[in-house]
């Protein structure tokens, strides 16, 4: 079984500051982690993704994430706030070996960002 | 790459009546997945397919549901009847997998259903 867990459901930054959105995994194998963004009244936003190689992923806008297998996380951050970035962000998860026909996304409640001028 | 398209944007309908949501996927992708979101619920797997057969439909709410994917271009979600507990925005969305590749999941603007 595959789960994930966003931990705060909302995260407030002013802007400028750094940013960090907090996910935590369980998978049986190996993972493979997404980060999605949601603004009002839109669908999800592919942000970035890990599947292998390097710990720190770049993605669009600016964010990045890092994996950290040992406390089986992979926050989500990014140096400088925008007030544009308030939106809600997405955790989700997909075991590496799920099997042959196991293609779905396990995903997180979601965590609301509010970045404050 | 015109993305994953929906229809209609919004849907509002009376208890009772059949609803049918439409999902044009991203060319070229095998898979396509079918959403809901709900304040209460958060985002729900309803069921996906892959080339076009239905592989897990565990999440369809009940008889009420049924999806269908006659090609790789379109894929239907009907509710019939429909009740005022069914009002969601229901997203689909479609991937591209082969082997034990994974690649991201590219979500339409979603359609956001009203039933009274």
């Known amino acids: 079984a595959q789960s994930v867990a966003q931990p705060e459901d909302q995260v407030n930054v002013a802007e400028g500051n750094p940013l960090t959105v907090k996910c935590t995994y369980s998978?049986?194998?190996?993972?493979?982690l997404f980060w999605y963004v949601q603004y009002p009244n839109r669908g999800l936003q592919f942000l970035l993704k890990y599947i292998t190689g390097d710990n720190l992923v770049k993605g669009s806008y600016g964010f990045e994430a890092e994996f950290n297998k040992s406390q089986t996380s992979f926050h989500l951050k990014k140096p400088s706030a925008l007030v544009s970035d308030s939106a809600l962000y997405f955790c989700?998860?997909?075991?590496?070996?799920?099997?042959?026909?196991?293609?779905?996304?396990?995903f997180g409640k979601g965590t609301k960002l509010s970045v404050i001028p | 790459d015109a993305g994953v398209i929906q229809s209609p944007r919004h849907e509002v309908t009376e208890m009772g009546q059949e609803v049918t949501l439409r999902c044009k996927p991203i060319s070229g992708h095998n898979s396509l997945f079918w959403y809901r979101q709900t304040m209460m619920r958060g985002l729900e797997l309803l069921i996906y397919?892959?080339?076009?057969?239905?592989?897990?439909d565990s999440g369809m709410p009940e008889d009420r549901f049924s999806a269908k994917m006659p090609n790789a271009s379109f894929s239907t979600l009907k509710i019939q009847p429909s009740e005022p507990r069914d009002s969601a925005v229901y997203f689909c969305?479609?991937?591209?997998?082969?082997?034990?590749?994974?690649?991201?999941?590219?979500f339409g603007p979603g359609t956001r259903l009203t039933v009274t």
């Open positions: 998978v049986s194998g190996n993972p493979y």
């Open positions: 969305a479609s991937s591209l997998y082969f082997g034990t590749s994974s690649y991201e999941q590219y």
């Open positions: 397919f892959n080339n076009n057969v239905p592989i897990d």
């Open positions: 989700a998860v997909r075991d590496a070996y799920s099997g042959a026909g196991s293609y779905q996304l396990t």
